[in-house]
Each structure stands twice: as C-alpha cells, then as structure tokens.
C-alpha cells in the first residue's frame, strides 16, 4: 500500500489524465444506481434499454459537441490509438500507397507500424529539427494517388501542435488527435478519418474514438478481423463485440460537461489562457525554458526544462510534496512537462507557476 502524505492537489499526468472534478462527482452520485434503475452503469449489458440509451445520447452529444457531419460514422472501440496504427491501413490502404508525416515519438511510430501494410511514403519529418518544429502542411511531399495522409496533430510528449487544418482535397487525410480533441473546434469535414484514445482529453482510458467519412468505409483487406473492421463495425453500433461500456459512460459525462459549459469555443479560449499563462511566465525567465517552434507550442502539454538539468528529480520531488503530480517530461526525453488538458482547472496552473518560482528562488 502506498500511502502519501501530501496528497495530489493538481494532476498534470499526460494520460491517463485528470477528469473534471463535476464528471467525478456526478460519476459517483449515479455510481451504485444509475437514474433509479437499482443497477450501476458497470452492472449494464450493452444491449439493454438503459445502456442503449446512455450510448445513443452519448453518441448525439458528441455529434452536436464537435460538430460531425451526417455523412461521418462515429465508432466506440478499443484497443488504444496505436490499435488504429494497424486498423488505419488495415482499412484503407489495400496494399498500395500511403503517406505520412512524422512530427514526434507517435507519428513516428505510426509510421513504423504501418510499413508491413503497402508502400509508406515518407511526406515529411521534422525528426532532423529535434522535432522542435512540425512540418508545414506545403512542405508535405505526397501522391495524389495515395490512398491516405496520416499526421498527428498534437505531439504529446514533444509537445507540438498543428492549430489549422489542413486543405487537401483529393487525398483523404487520416488524423491522430488523442491529446488535442475537444480541446478547440476542429473543420471535421477537412479529415477523412479522426482518431483518440480516450485517456487525455475525453474520459477514462479502455475507449478509442473513431469517426469516419462515409465513403471511406468498405476498403478493408480480406484478412481484416471483424472487430478491427470499421464497416463491420459500424453497422452493429460499434457492438461487434462488448464495447468499453463505462468508459462511453464517462465520456458522455465529458460531453456533458463541455456542452453546459457552452462548448468547444469556451474551453478553446481557458486553453489559450492556461497555455499562454505558462509559456510567458517560461518565456520570462532565466531558470526555465522551452524550445519549440512558438507558432507550433502544444496548448496541452507543455514540455519545459531548467537550465539546471540536473535538478529534475529534485523539481518533481518537491513538486509533489507541494501536491503537484506528474510533472515528470517522458521517459524518452526527460526534462519536465505539465499536461494541461481540457480537465485542468487555471487554479492548476496558477499553483505550478507559484511552484516554480519557488523553486527557482530556492536553487538559483
Ligand atoms: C497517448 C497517445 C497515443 C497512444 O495511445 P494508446 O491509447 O495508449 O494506444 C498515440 N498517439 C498520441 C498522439 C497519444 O497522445
């Protein structure tokens, strides 16, 4: 058992991530009896009445939320984003060409799983900047006869992001947004197909959301397993098999929360405000800093290091004595970073910026 004596005050873990403190509490009101059933949603089949009503109003919400056309499927299913690094081309690509740019350690890997389905176009890669960049979207070297274009949107653990969409029109782009969705309102009818994992921005991890063009729908290779088959799939309701079923309970609390609040407009603008709270307050100073592209700076997760490097571990012990989790930057690039999702309240960051003015005044 761990026990911790200053408990978690602000949760800045890039995912699973913190969930809204209203989603919590309304979560564990219905916990044990869900609208006067008698059951929990985790006791539910998914073919019930009760269930099915939670997944047809959970789907409308996100419909209406992100603005998705009539012409888009939205699929409920499993297996995390990198499970659509496999589905993608299992889906569409049919043995022949597809591009993609590489932004950041996930689309590289993306790009790495896919090389067994066809031929993979290298369009673009900023891996030679260190990725303090992303590759603008002129830059991107493709075919028209590619099948598809795949890029991520937001970098989690570089901390890069694309704020326009792009305008291809005769390739279908095919999009990784699992640490930006919901954060802003996106063009979807620019996208042929979007993907997330649930864990950053929507809901509990178990869930990986998929909306797809109509048309884009029917290409899969004859191999293709049922529940990694998105017309398959899609017509059953994402009911192939059981889906994550509390997990779309959750989300649909998320959505809720999003839309009584006013929508993706009003949370755009907390994002913009967090964000740009830190870089400045970063920006200003000589103890920290960040380097990437300012036109390209993640609004959700915001890599930083000290000039001190080796005082790392210490700013993340400290950090959670003073109840600021997480704060660690990944495994694979050190340093620090505060994911500051949709969740994240501006009291979070206002606390980490006391934080690191502290700290810098004690260890300069
Ligand atoms: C977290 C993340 C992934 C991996 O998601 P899983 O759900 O763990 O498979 C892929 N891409 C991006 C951009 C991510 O942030």
Avoid at 131 to 151: G, M, V
């Amino acid at each position: 058992m761990i026990s911790k004596p200053y408990p978690c005050q602000f949760n800045f873990s890039a995912g699973p991530a913190m969930l809204p403190k209203e989603v919590m509490e309304k979560a564990k009101d219905e916990f044990l009896n869900w609208n006067d059933t008698g059951m929990s949603v985790l006791e539910m089949s998914h073919r019930g009445k009760e269930y099915m009503s939670i997944f047809k109003k959970t789907e409308e919400n996100l419909r209406e939320l992100f603005n998705i056309p009539n012409n888009y499927k939205i699929l409920f299913l499993q297996g995390g984003a990198i499970t659509q690094n496999f589905m993608v081309p299992m889906n569409l690509i049919q043995g022949e060409d597809a591009s993609y740019i590489v932004s950041g350690y996930w689309s590289k890997r993306t790009f790495n799983d896919a090389q067994v389905f066809g031929n993979i176009n290298l369009a673009a890669s900023s891996e030679s900047d260190n990725y303090l960049t992303a590759p603008k979207y002129e830059d991107w070297n493709f075919s028209p006869t590619d099948k598809y274009i795949h890029f991520c949107l937001n970098e989690t653990i570089h901390g890069v992001e694309y704020f326009e969409d792009p305008n291809i029109e005769n390739v279908p782009i095919v999009v990784d947004m699992s640490s930006t969705i919901l954060s802003r309102q996106v063009d979807v009818a620019k996208y042929g197909v979007i993907y997330a994992g649930a864990q950053k921005n929507i809901g509990p991890s178990g869930l990986t959301l998929v909306i797809v063009r109509d048309d884009l729908i029917g290409y899969s290779q004859k191999e293709t397993p049922t529940t990694f088959n998105w017309k398959i799939q899609s017509e059953n309701d994402s009911m192939i098999n059981t889906p994550s079923t509390y997990s779309i309970y959750m989300a649909g609390l998320v959505f809720n929360w999003l839309l009584d609040m006013g929508g993706l407009d009003v949370i755009e603008k907390k994002n913009i405000q967090k964000s740009k709270m830190l870089y400045d307050f970063i920006d200003n100073s000589e103890f920290y800093y960040n380097e990437i592209n300012k036109s390209n700076r993640s609004r959700m997760n915001v890599p930083f290091r000290m000039i001190k490097d080796e005082l790392t571990m210490k700013f993340v012990e400290d950090a959670e004595l003073a109840g600021l989790y997480q704060i660690k930057g990944h495994r694979l690039v050190g340093g620090l970073r505060a994911s500051i999702y949709n969740a994240m309240p501006i009291e979070g960051v206002e606390a980490l910026i006391n934080f690191m003015m502290d700290f810098e005044l004690k260890n300069k």
